[in-house]
């Protein structure tokens, strides 16, 4: 897991983030915030680690819609799952082609930061 500092009100505080699509994700006194990461921060790794093919949920959430079952061959940009949070929708593609090794999202299920709802293994 991958944390941020924030600071507010001259506290630094550490909350747990997610990469996800070049953003970095995270949800903080119940308000999740979406931080562009600028290519010169992103350029020579950093602790920012990349999972191919590991689709986490980039907040806390409900599923809403399961796109893919295990097994399904899928396309890079591909939609897998639909989930809610705060009254709004996002959709998780598939960041490579592959074939579904793993689907741990189940349709209604609540889940948090992080959680690994799709493996995206080679085809």
Known sequence: MTYVEVE??????????????????????????????LASRRAGGG????????IAAPMPGKVTQL?????????????L???EAMKMEYTLEA????????????LGAQVALGDVLVRVGEA
């Open 8 to 37: 507010w009100s001259g506290k630094t505080v550490r909350v747990p983030a997610l990469k996800h699509q070049g953003k970095l994700w995270f949800h903080w006194q119940g308000e999740t915030h979406v931080v562009e990461v």
């Open 47 to 54: 602790s920012g680690k990349s999972n191919p093919g590991v």
């Open 67 to 79: 796109r893919v079952a295990a097994g399904d061959e899928v396309k890079k940009g591909q939609a």
């Open 81 to 83: 799952v639909i989930m």
């Open 95 to 106: 960041d490579r082609d592959g074939k579904i090794t793993e689907l741990n999202a189940k």
